[in-house]
């Protein structure tokens, strides 16, 4: 069992930046690829970034690629994403995955995190 626990949520301006966190517990970290996905109200939930055990990435969009990053601390079992010039349209919650392959997509990811709201204010 991995058990997935997001935080750095909040609300902030359009324009503004925040550093999500996903601290993993319960197996190796190393051994899993990790994704952000979101959830907008309504919407389906979709894929943010993901990152493979040896650092490679992959975005979404191009225009999420621009302003967020997703990186991982092996010694610290967490991986980030960190969201900068923040858009309405980004609200959503945010959660993070575990996948035992890359790349990472919905249907084949092992555990979620609980997820953390971000909401984004025009």
């Known amino acids: 069992q991995v058990q997935l626990e997001e935080s750095g949520g909040g609300l902030v301006q359009a324009g503004g930046s925040l550093r999500l966190s996903c601290a993993a517990s319960?197996?190796?970290?190393?051994?899993?690829?990790m994704g952000w996905f979101r959830q907008a109200p309504g919407k389906e939930r979709e894929l943010v970034a993901a990152?493979?055990?040896?650092?490679?990435?992959?975005y979404s969009a191009d225009s999420v690629k621009g302003r967020f990053t997703i990186s991982r601390d092996s010694a610290k079992n967490t991986v980030y994403l960190q969201m900068n010039s923040l858009k309405p349209e980004d609200t959503a919650v945010y959660y993070c995955?575990?996948?035992?392959?890359?790349?990472?997509?919905?249907?084949?990811?092992?555990?979620w995190g609980q997820g953390t709201q971000v909401t984004v204010s025009s």
């Open positions: 319960g197996r190796s970290f190393s051994s899993y690829a």
């Open positions: 995955a575990a996948d035992s392959r890359f790349p990472v997509t919905i249907a084949t990811i092992n555990y």
């Open positions: 990152i493979s055990w040896s650092g490679v990435t992959k």
